[in-house]
T-cell receptor, first 118, second 118 residues
């Protein structure tokens, strides 16, 4: 069965600090997809990134970067020079290619609440 | 472009009452999902649908029923509400695997429906 672990329940940083959110996953599939979603205080879930299991290239998007390492089953998310608007709950999620009749069910971690203090 | 719309946004029920949450999407997505979010638990899949007229159980289906009579709508029903069903419910949708679209398994979420059962 697939599993996603976000060991950090809550993190507080001072504005402009860098912060890394950890995500460790378990799956028996060789083909799978990893995601990060952001849930700001308003409550909606915002898609940030998708990475497939065959693409271990790190990705950078502005102040956001993602480090995917299959050897350690990790997909960590770093925010550089954090801002107050980054305050949110961040969810890591996993989708196996063969999960349930071809659907794309996501298994979510429990989330990491990030508070950026001005 | 509305995306995924959930109604109602808030509802208070008494134990034993029934209700239906409606999810509507205007993106012509094949797949639709219902998740529930509880503090410290992340999001857990209740039921999902891979097409009109088909539904399947997710991780926590007990106490819920669903229907997908039209492609754009996915209804979540509680026949006899219990306090344990107090939660925030999220509907999501995605393209199907057959589209070949690279973002096919990216889920788009609604804004959520907060349900309280007294």
């Amino acid at each position: 069965a697939q599993k996603v672990t976000q060991a950090q329940t809550e993190i507080s940083v001072v504005e402009k600090e860098d912060v890394t959110l950890d995500c460790v996953y378990e799956t028996r599939d060789t083909t799978y997809y990893l995601f990060w979603y952001k849930q700001p205080p308003s409550g909606e879930l915002v898609f940030l990134i998708r990475r497939n299991s065959f693409d271990e290239q790190n990705e950078i998007s502005g102040r956001y970067s993602w480090n995917f390492q299959k050897s350690t089953s990790s997909f960590n998310f770093t925010i550089t020079a954090s801002q107050v608007v980054d305050s949110a709950v961040y969810f890591c999620a996993l989708s196996e290619a063969n999960s349930g009749a071809g659907s794309y069910q996501l298994t979510f971690g429990k989330g990491t609440k990030l508070s950026v203090i001005p | 472009n509305a995306g995924v719309t959930q109604t109602p946004k808030f509802r208070v029920l008494k134990t034993g009452q029934s209700m239906t949450l409606l999810c509507a999407q205007d993106m012509n997505h094949e797949y639709m999902y219902w998740y529930r979010q509880d503090p410290g638990m992340g999001l857990r899949l209740i039921h999902y649908s891979v097409g009109e007229g088909t539904t399947a159980k997710g991780e926590v289906p007990d106490g819920y029923n669903v229907s997908r009579l039209k492609k754009q709508n996915f209804l979540l029903g509680l026949e006899s509400a219990a306090p344990s069903q107090t939660s925030v419910y999220f509907c999501a949708s995605s393209y199907s695997a057959g589209t070949g679209f690279s973002g096919a398994n990216v889920l788009t979420f609604g804004a959520g429906s907060r349900l309280t059962v007294l």
